[in-house]
C-alpha cells in the first residue's frame, strides 16, 4: 500500500500570503494519479487538481498542482478568505486509493 | 446539474449489517466509475471502495475488504455499498462520489453529502 504524508499538519498564514503545501509518497507514483481535494468544515471535499497538475473544472488559477516521483506539492498563489480549510492529497492509481492525513490552512 | 443523494445510514450494533444507497442523476451514469469515500470522527478521508461504469472492476481498502461489498444498477442510476460485520471504527460520514471518468481509478471530482453511519453496543 501506498503511504501519502503530507507536510506541513498546519499552515498558518494570513490572506494574501502563498501556500506550499507537500505530499510525499512511500514510492515513485505515476503523475496521472495523484489528486488534491479541499475539505471545509460541514461540507463535502472538492477536487481542485488530477494528475498532478490540472486544474478540475471551476478550479481558480491562483491553486496549482506540481511533482513528479514521490514528491508533489500544492500551491496556492495568494490566499483569500475561502482558501482557509484543509487539504488532502490521493493516489488513485491502484486500490487503495488512499488519501494522506491532510494540511490544515488557518488563518494567522 | 449532477446530483449524488446517499441513503441507508443509521445506528447499528456491531456485527450487524446496513446497505447504503446512492441515486444519481444530471449525467450518464454508466458513463462514469464511482466510489464510496468515508471520514470518521475527528480523522481523515479513506476510500473504502470503487468501481467502473459497469461494476466489472472494483477495489477495497484493506479495512473493509471481505465484509463490505460495492455494487451498481446502470438501469436505475444506484450505487450501493453492502456494509457486514460492522465494527466501531467503521463509525463515520459516508460520501458517495462519481469519477472523472469510467474506470475505477479515477480522480473524485462529484461527491454527495453524505449519510451517517454509527455501530454502537
Known amino acids: 500500500e501506498i503511504v501519502l504524508t503530507q507536510s506541513p499538519v498546519t499552515l498558518s498564514l494570513s490572506p494574501g500570503e502563498r501556500a506550499t503545501l507537500s505530499c510525499r509518497a512511500s514510492e515513485s507514483v505515476s503523475i496521472t494519479y495523484l489528486g488534491w481535494y479541499q475539505q471545509k468544515p460541514g461540507q463535502a471535499p472538492r477536487l481542485l487538481i488530477y494528475g498532478a497538475s490540472s486544474r478540475a473544472t471551476g478550479i481558480p488559477d491562483r491553486f496549482s498542482g506540481g511533482g513528479s516521483g514521490t514528491a508533489f506539492?500544492?500551491?496556492?498563489?495568494?490566499?483569500?478568505?475561502?482558501?482557509?480549510?484543509v487539504y488532502y492529497c490521493q493516489y488513485y492509481g491502484r486500490p487503495p486509493w488512499t488519501f494522506g492525513q491532510g494540511t490544515k490552512v488557518e488563518i494567522k | 446539474e449532477v446530483q449524488l443523494v446517499e441513503s441507508g445510514g443509521g445506528v447499528q450494533r456491531p456485527g450487524g449489517s446496513l446497505r447504503l444507497s446512492c441515486v444519481a442523476s444530471g449525467f450518464t451514469f454508466d458513463d462514469y466509475g464511482m466510489s464510496w469515500v468515508r471520514r470518521a470522527?475527528?480523522?481523515?478521508l479513506e476510500c473504502v471502495a470503487g468501481l467502473n461504469w459497469n461494476g466489472a472492476s472494483t477495489g477495497y481498502a484493506d479495512s473493509v475488504k471481505g465484509r463490505f461489498t460495492i455494487s451498481r444498477d446502470n438501469d436505475k442510476n444506484v450505487l450501493y455499498l453492502e456494509m457486514n460485520s460492522l465494527r466501531a471504527e467503521d463509525t463515520a460520514l459516508y460520501y458517495c462520489v462519481r469519477g472523472r471518468g469510467s474506470?475505477?481509478?479515477?480522480?473524485?471530482?462529484?461527491?454527495?453529502?453524505?449519510?451517517?453511519?454509527t455501530v454502537s453496543s
Open chain 2, 41 to 44: 470522527p475527528e480523522k481523515g
Open chain 2, 103 to 117: 474506470g475505477s481509478y479515477e480522480a473524485l471530482e462529484y461527491w454527495g453529502q453524505g449519510t451517517l453511519v
Open chain 1, 73 to 85: 506539492t500544492l500551491t496556492i498563489s495568494r490566499l483569500e478568505p475561502e482558501d482557509f480549510a
